[in-house]
């Protein structure tokens, strides 16, 4: 397819999901499948018939793959990573679907003013550098009607529920560890429900649902 903050939002500087560590998250998330085939199911039920999808940092692409799988939706992926992009171009040709993945900035979408149906971002806000950049380019392509959904980890996820979420990703001994101790980091970076709320607020949608789980938000949003 070619198509006024209290905590201020942090510039990531961590590692980036490059090279060896992208594979090894790429190994690690392909394991959750059917988690990624159910949040699938739920998008689509929102996207008109041949509708476009946009997911904004896609990783290995699974999940676009997935909402490839579903029906005559146009499906485009964009990542920071090149890694990522290559691996999901990759699992793309072998799943037999078609899913635009490019390389590109959330604060910078290389796509034109409302042309998108739905957008979906999972597992990576906290870490953008211009988060209310992303939400702004978020609403600018965006049809009028659109949706958009943010999946992300929230701040005061407790230790037991990030022990849960490992434990179903059925990991060996060590990447269990390696998961809980990079998660237990990443929730450092994490928003509160009231930054999330305020970061909307003085975003172009103005307004969001948010909904509470053990360890983070749905944050929903329409144009």
Known sequence: MRLGIERKPKPY???????????????NTGKNIAEFRDLAKRIVGAVPSGGSVLEIAPGPGYLAIELARLGSYRIAGLDISRTFVRI???NAVRAGVEVDFRHGDAAALPFASEVIDF????????????PSGALA????????????????MRNDASASSISAEVEKMRLGHINRFLTRTTLSALRKRAYSRLDLERMVQAAPFGHCDITEQPLGFEIWLGK
């Open 137 to 152: 380019e978020m609403h600018r392509v965006l049809r009028p009607g659109g949706r958009a959904l943010i999946i992300d």
């Open 119 to 130: 957008i979906v971002c999972r597992a990576a806000f906290k870490n953008f550098r211009d």
């Open 88 to 90: 999901a171009c990759e």
């Open 13 to 27: 500087k961590g590692i980036g999901m490059e090279g060896m560590i992208a594979t090894w998250y790429a190994k």
